[in-house]
């Protein structure tokens, strides 16, 4: 039988989110390997490889943020994981705690491109051969490659923090809308509370038009739960009619992936929510500072084990339904 | 023409608006705005289902920006069941790689550069002389000798005084750089303190590949900076010249065009002047640019860079305090640049397919004016001007820069004046190589006629 040679975890950081990649990286005990992506002044991007990562285990961080910089790092991290490929590393995983594009999943309207499918090939091409990703919008994108998707939930992190921070006979778990119910739910479930939904009706892409409460939540602190806030409007209107219409006694988002656009932080800070927790898949930056009722999940001992687990060969199902300390 | 569709990228609409003029035919409506948390969204207003599809954009402002919304455009008129998708790269994005792979914070474009009051332009250590040359100039030095001072006013009288016409200062854009500052200090050889030699990966597969992959099934693009890039396609492939463009400009406004000196302003492009020299029967010089690690007196101390890493445990720290020590000042290269060839008291013309930070080309003409050219002209094809490219041209002893609109020029324009920098028209071409495409007919005739 033909023995591999012993290979070693090497982490490359994307210039996306350099504070995710230094958590895993001290959680790990692993140190940030020298390879790093850099601009010209005619806006190309290189990659400079420092060390040797010839027959290594390659994990990339980099996520889908910043908004005038999304393709900026989407093409920065095709160009890391092209130079690992370059560079003859044995295996190279695309981490990528917020997936850019995800939202563009299907063929909504004639003529508009499927993106997320592109943004696969693309991974794909470069020479990606396995992706970590953490609460995908849609599951069903993992269909879109071909090579192995490890979708995390940041589920089992939430259930802890709600645990932690909340009686259950206070609490109850409400959808902001319906695409959502099925996540909601299984946290409901799980925690044993009752669970809300808002349906609301959409005319445009991020507008909101009008909401309807479905289930009871009087006197209850409302836990709103979602995969992503954007510009925050649903959530801020999700707050209004749970006071107003459901006669809430609180309102607090707990969301996956706190993208914040626009003018997300001044929506907040004038909102009704009493909180909103995100974790820190996303690079807050000064958000934390601007928004006094902002709160982070830290992520980053998930995904680290997940990169442990996957690099010695390990089940990764167990993170599904258990956060590491 | 029925079936054909002409659409364009957010990088240069006025190029896509001639291309179509020249056509005759209305610009397909695309559009692209981004979604709030800066994605891009793209939506094909017209039907393409079984069209003939060329889609513009150059490798300009943004690159990866609008390089990916090229790539959506594309998925999206596959997605849209067009028959072909044909992507117009006037100027290829990632066409021109980092040409020494290793010690990437030292050679090639810099990352960051700073607007100047004032550029020397020189090589340093400064360019060997012929020796005669530095004795006449030793002689216009000194007090009375009127041979010297006659060719000086001459000299004065022909030169064209570069006038300064700019009323804006150019602030060069804020660029992403390494913030996890993960990349290490590299000697002068581009070794790390390890001792691997840090290398830049080439991106030219990646991009040719990912434009495959988006659903391109044809490529058209414009003096590509290595012609093997072609090789680098599954798919064909046309690569327009601007040089019968570029020779009638020389034929048509440079007067005495024969007695002219066509200069390569480094030796990748000797092939590219040669072959215009040729054919305008002009004579020929080159310049040749040298890199060199600087010899560093003493070698920089071990002891220095060992008790260092025990004193922090932070690796990447120790990296970048160890730009600070003295001992780094070793980690320099030098450019040396050498001319070949006869240049004195002729008229000039520095041929280059690319000029970005324009170190390369300011730095040829000040060569050329110490070695006593009359006028310099620069012919490029496409000038990106990045960085302080602005005002480093202005600043330089380059009179007039002949370009072509492959990539938006109105800013540079309005930066240099039109009689600084003028822009010819690659519309035509373009234009008429879509035309020859979508017909079946041959291109190979664009190679050798301007259009």
């Given at each position: 039988m033909m023995t591999h040679s012993q290979n070693t975890i090497k982490l490359v950081a994307g210039n996306s989110h350099p504070e995710l990649c230094k958590q895993i990286s001290a959680r790990l005990g692993i140190e940030l390997s020298k390879v790093g992506a850099f601009n010209y002044t005619n806006q190309e991007t290189a990659v400079a490889v420092g060390e040797s990562v010839r027959d290594e285990d390659v994990y990339i961080i980099q996520t889908g943020c910043g908004e005038t910089s999304i393709n900026q790092f989407l093409m920065e991290l095709l160009i890391i994981v092209n130079a690992c490929k370059i560079a003859s590393a044995r295996r190279i995983t695309a981490v990528i705690p917020n997936f850019p594009y995800a939202r563009q999943d299907k063929k909504d309207k004639s003529r508009a491109p499927i993106t997320a499918k592109l943004v696969a090939n693309l991974l794909q091409t470069a020479g990606c051969s396995h992706v970590i990703t953490l609460d995908l919008h849609a599951s069903q994108i993992q269909g879109f490659f071909r090579v192995p998707v490890d979708n995390l939930y940041a589920e089992p992190s939430v259930l802890r923090y709600i645990n932690e921070n909340f009686a259950r006979e206070d609490i109850i778990i409400v959808s902001p809308d319906a695409g959502g119910a099925k996540r909601v739910s299984s946290i409901a479930d799980k925690l044993d509370v009752n669970f809300a939904l808002i349906h609301k009706e959409r005319k445009k892409a991020n507008e909101v038009s009008r909401m309807v409460l479905v289930g009871d939540v009087t006197d209850k602190v409302c836990l709103l739960i979602d995969d992503m806030a954007d510009t925050c409007g649903t959530l801020c209107k999700a707050a209004e009619v749970l006071l107003e219409e459901g006669g809430a006694k609180e309102v607090i988002a707990i969301i996956t992936h706190g993208i914040f656009s626009s003018n997300a932080i001044e929506r907040l800070n004038n909102s009704k929510l009493s909180r909103i927790i995100c974790t820190n898949s996303m690079p807050l930056e000064d958000k934390l500072e601007r928004c006094s009722i902002l709160e982070t999940i830290d992520i980053s001992p998930t995904l680290a084990e997940a990169i442990r687990r996957l690099h010695y060969g390990e089940s990764v199902s167990y993170l599904f339904n258990n956060a590491p300390a | 023409m029925r079936d054909l569709v002409v659409l364009g990228g957010s990088s240069h609409p006025s190029l896509t608006k001639a291309i179509c003029r020249n056509l005759t035919i209305e610009q397909g409506v695309v559009k692209s705005v981004k979604f709030s948390n800066g994605e891009t969204s793209i939506e094909v207003v017209d039907s393409v289902r079984e069209k003939d599809v060329f889609i513009v954009q150059s490798g300009c402002g943004d690159v990866n920006d609008t390089f990916i919304e090229l790539l959506i455009m594309i998925a999206a008129c596959k997605t849209a069941s067009a028959k072909r998708v044909t992507a117009v790269l006037p100027l290829f994005p990632y066409s021109r790689q980092?040409?020494?792979?290793?010690?990437?914070?030292?050679?090639?474009?810099?990352?960051?550069?700073?607007?100047?009051?004032?550029?020397?332009?020189?090589?340093?250590?400064?360019?060997?002389?012929?020796?005669?040359?530095?004795?006449?100039?030793?002689?216009?030095?000194?007090?009375?000798?009127?041979?010297?001072?006659?060719?000086?006013?001459?000299?004065?009288?022909?030169?064209?005084?570069?006038?300064?016409?700019?009323?804006?200062?150019?602030?060069?854009?804020?660029?992403?750089?390494?913030?996890?500052?993960?990349?290490?200090?590299?000697?002068?050889?581009?070794?790390?303190?390890?001792?691997?030699?840090?290398?830049?990966?080439?991106?030219?597969?990646?991009?040719?590949?990912?434009?495959?992959?988006?659903?391109?099934?044809?490529?058209?693009?414009?003096?590509?900076?290595?012609?093997?890039?072609?090789?680098?396609?599954n798919i064909p492939v046309d690569n327009l010249y601007s040089r019968p463009l570029l020779k009638h400009y020389i034929i048509d406004f440079?007067?005495?065009?024969?007695?002219?000196?066509?200069?390569?302003?480094?030796?990748?492009?000797?092939?590219?002047?040669?072959?215009?020299?040729?054919?305008?029967?002009?004579?020929?010089?080159?310049?040749?640019?040298?890199?060199?690690?600087?010899?560093?007196?003493?070698?920089?101390?071990?002891?220095?860079?060992?008790?260092?890493?025990?004193?922090?445990?932070?690796?990447?720290?120790?990296?970048?305090?160890?730009?600070?020590?003295?001992?780094?000042?070793?980690?320099?290269?030098?450019?040396?640049?050498?001319?070949?060839?006869?240049?004195?008291?002729?008229?000039?013309?520095?041929?280059?397919?690319?000029?970005?930070?324009?170190?390369?080309?300011?730095?040829?003409?000040?060569?050329?004016?110490?070695?006593?050219?009359?006028?310099?002209?620069?012919?490029?094809?496409?000038?990106?001007?990045?960085?302080?490219?602005?005002?480093?041209?202005?600043?330089?002893?380059?009179?007039?820069?002949?370009?072509?609109?492959?990539?938006?020029?109105?800013?540079?324009?309005?930066?240099?004046g039109t009689d600084r920098l003028e822009v010819l028209d690659v519309s035509r071409i373009l234009a008429e190589s879509i035309r020859r495409i979508h017909n079946g007919e041959s291109v190979s005739m664009l190679f050798d006629h301007g259009w």
């Amino acid at each position: 039988m033909m023995t591999h040679s012993q290979n070693t975890i090497k982490l490359v950081a994307g210039n996306s989110h350099p504070e995710l990649c230094k958590q895993i990286s001290a959680r790990l005990g692993i140190e940030l390997s020298k390879v790093g992506a850099f601009n010209y002044t005619n806006q190309e991007t290189a990659v400079a490889v420092g060390e040797s990562v010839r027959d290594e285990d390659v994990y990339i961080i980099q996520t889908g943020c910043g908004e005038t910089s999304i393709n900026q790092f989407l093409m920065e991290l095709l160009i890391i994981v092209n130079a690992c490929k370059i560079a003859s590393a044995r295996r190279i995983t695309a981490v990528i705690p917020n997936f850019p594009y995800a939202r563009q999943d299907k063929k909504d309207k004639s003529r508009a491109p499927i993106t997320a499918k592109l943004v696969a090939n693309l991974l794909q091409t470069a020479g990606c051969s396995h992706v970590i990703t953490l609460d995908l919008h849609a599951s069903q994108i993992q269909g879109f490659f071909r090579v192995p998707v490890d979708n995390l939930y940041a589920e089992p992190s939430v259930l802890r923090y709600i645990n932690e921070n909340f009686a259950r006979e206070d609490i109850i778990i409400v959808s902001p809308d319906a695409g959502g119910a099925k996540r909601v739910s299984s946290i409901a479930d799980k925690l044993d509370v009752n669970f809300a939904l808002i349906h609301k009706e959409r005319k445009k892409a991020n507008e909101v038009s009008r909401m309807v409460l479905v289930g009871d939540v009087t006197d209850k602190v409302c836990l709103l739960i979602d995969d992503m806030a954007d510009t925050c409007g649903t959530l801020c209107k999700a707050a209004e009619v749970l006071l107003e219409e459901g006669g809430a006694k609180e309102v607090i988002a707990i969301i996956t992936h706190g993208i914040f656009s626009s003018n997300a932080i001044e929506r907040l800070n004038n909102s009704k929510l009493s909180r909103i927790i995100c974790t820190n898949s996303m690079p807050l930056e000064d958000k934390l500072e601007r928004c006094s009722i902002l709160e982070t999940i830290d992520i980053s001992p998930t995904l680290a084990e997940a990169i442990r687990r996957l690099h010695y060969g390990e089940s990764v199902s167990y993170l599904f339904n258990n956060a590491p300390a | 023409m029925r079936d054909l569709v002409v659409l364009g990228g957010s990088s240069h609409p006025s190029l896509t608006k001639a291309i179509c003029r020249n056509l005759t035919i209305e610009q397909g409506v695309v559009k692209s705005v981004k979604f709030s948390n800066g994605e891009t969204s793209i939506e094909v207003v017209d039907s393409v289902r079984e069209k003939d599809v060329f889609i513009v954009q150059s490798g300009c402002g943004d690159v990866n920006d609008t390089f990916i919304e090229l790539l959506i455009m594309i998925a999206a008129c596959k997605t849209a069941s067009a028959k072909r998708v044909t992507a117009v790269l006037p100027l290829f994005p990632y066409s021109r790689q980092a040409d020494v792979p290793h010690a990437a914070n030292k050679t090639g474009a810099p990352s960051i550069s700073h607007q100047k009051d004032s550029y020397t332009f020189d090589s340093a250590p400064s360019t060997p002389r012929p020796l005669s040359r530095a004795a006449s100039q030793a002689n216009s030095n000194s007090v009375n000798n009127p041979i010297a001072n006659g060719s000086g006013t001459i000299n004065n009288n022909n030169l064209k005084q570069p006038t300064p016409t700019r009323k804006l200062p150019f602030v060069a854009k804020s660029i992403v750089t390494n913030s996890a500052g993960t990349l290490g200090t590299v000697d002068a050889y581009g070794k790390t303190e390890s001792g691997y030699k840090q290398w830049i990966a080439q991106n030219g597969t990646l991009i040719a590949n990912l434009l495959t992959t988006a659903g391109a099934d044809r490529c058209i693009t414009m003096d590509l900076h290595d012609p093997q890039f072609q090789g680098f396609f599954n798919i064909p492939v046309d690569n327009l010249y601007s040089r019968p463009l570029l020779k009638h400009y020389i034929i048509d406004f440079i007067p005495n065009y024969q007695q002219c000196v066509i200069v390569s302003p480094d030796s990748g492009g000797a092939k590219r002047a040669t072959s215009i020299a040729d054919n305008l029967g002009c004579s020929f010089a080159l310049i040749h640019k040298e890199r060199r690690a600087k010899v560093a007196k003493n070698p920089p101390s071990t002891s220095m860079s060992s008790s260092n890493s025990v004193l922090s445990l932070n690796s990447s720290e120790v990296l970048i305090s160890g730009q600070q020590t003295p001992a780094s000042s070793s980690g320099q290269m030098v450019a040396t640049t050498m001319l070949v060839g006869d240049v004195k008291d002729r008229v000039c013309v520095l041929v280059d397919d690319l000029v970005d930070t324009s170190y390369t080309i300011t730095r040829a003409a000040k060569l050329l004016k110490d070695q006593g050219a009359k006028y310099v002209y620069a012919l490029v094809t496409h000038s990106v001007l990045s960085g302080d490219a602005i005002n480093r041209l202005q600043k330089s002893s380059i009179d007039k820069i002949i370009t072509t609109n492959s990539v938006p020029q109105a800013d540079h324009v309005r930066h240099l004046g039109t009689d600084r920098l003028e822009v010819l028209d690659v519309s035509r071409i373009l234009a008429e190589s879509i035309r020859r495409i979508h017909n079946g007919e041959s291109v190979s005739m664009l190679f050798d006629h301007g259009w």
